[in-house]
């Protein structure tokens, strides 16, 4: 939780954050979305909710609460802690006899403008998520990434199985170019990010091809650049993985970032003009 944020939300009853058992949250079983809030305005917030359906038939499980449970808590929670820029994440928790949804403010994600510019250093990690698919804490797992990048001092750690092959980041999906192409891992492999969606959308809009393939570590030298997408990141350059560097500037990505935050615009705009932005 971010310690700025005096309140959280659990079953939409408000609590103040400083009283929160964190340790409770752990228990169970837990699907959950990380939305960026700009200017109040949860982005792409739909997508993000139902995505949280997805992981949850993925698991097997009932999601009890309806979208507009969920949009209500999220637009409440901004309103009471009067925080118009940041990352809000909504959880379902499932225990034995009950589900919670909890919906609180995790501290900004705001990488510095020169990241943009210059690119990002990334490693590789061996690691796999259970069921990629489904957006489920794996806590171990996120203990064991953020420990790697923190001792490597990188900004990402790059994922990869027993066999080479990669998948995708600790917090975000990679891409990479070449010969004007993206390439990427195959969507069954990965967490399908709600940026990567748009990636997607902005390319089939524009007919720049996407191969999605399995891509071993050792051919990772083969691609002209690469880049990473997430909800809180958009789109951001990487300028080595390991060993391996990678231009920078890359002007598919470029204009990939241009068309993205366009996208974002129009969704705060829209959301703005329909009056979904209030509570």
């Not at 310690?3 to 659990?10: G, R």
């Not at 071993?216 to 990487?238: E, R």
Request: proline share 3%; glycine share 4%; with cysteine.
């Amino acid at each position: 939780m971010y310690s700025k944020a005096e309140y959280f939300i659990c079953n939409q009853s408000v609590y103040k954050t400083a009283e929160a058992q964190t340790k409770e949250f752990e228990k169970g079983m837990t699907i959950y979305e990380v939305v960026k809030i700009v200017q109040g305005i949860p982005i792409f917030m739909e997508a993000h909710i139902e995505r949280l359906r997805r992981s949850a038939i993925l698991q097997n499980k009932k999601l009890l609460f309806s979208n507009a449970e969920i949009a209500q808590s999220i637009f409440k929670l901004v309103e009471i802690n009067n925080i118009k820029e940041g990352r809000l994440k909504f959880a379902v928790q499932y225990l034995e006899d009950k589900s919670n949804l909890f919906v609180f403010f995790l501290p900004p994600l705001t990488p510095p403008a020169k990241y943009y510019r210059e690119g990002v250093e990334i490693k590789l990690f061996p690691a796999e998520r259970i069921k990629p698919n489904a957006k489920t804490e794996q806590t171990e797992l996120r203990k064991r990434a953020n420990k790697f990048i923190a001792d490597n001092a990188v900004f990402e750690a790059l994922y990869y199985n027993n066999a080479g092959f990669i998948s995708e980041c600790s917090k975000s999906n990679i891409f990479f170019v070449k010969d004007n192409k993206l390439y990427t891992s195959l969507s069954k492999n990965v967490l399908v990010g709600i940026t990567r969606k748009y990636i997607f959308e902005i390319c089939a809009q524009h007919s720049i091809e996407i191969i999605e393939k399995n891509i071993h570590s050792k051919d990772l030298k083969d691609f002209d650049a690469a880049f990473i997408s997430g909800t809180s990141l958009g789109i951001l350059p990487v300028k080595n993985i390991s060993e391996v560097s990678y231009k920078i500037p890359c002007a598919l990505s470029n204009f990939l970032a241009e068309k993205y935050n366009a996208m974002l615009e129009e969704d705060i705009e829209l959301r703005r003009i329909s009056g979904l932005s209030q509570k």
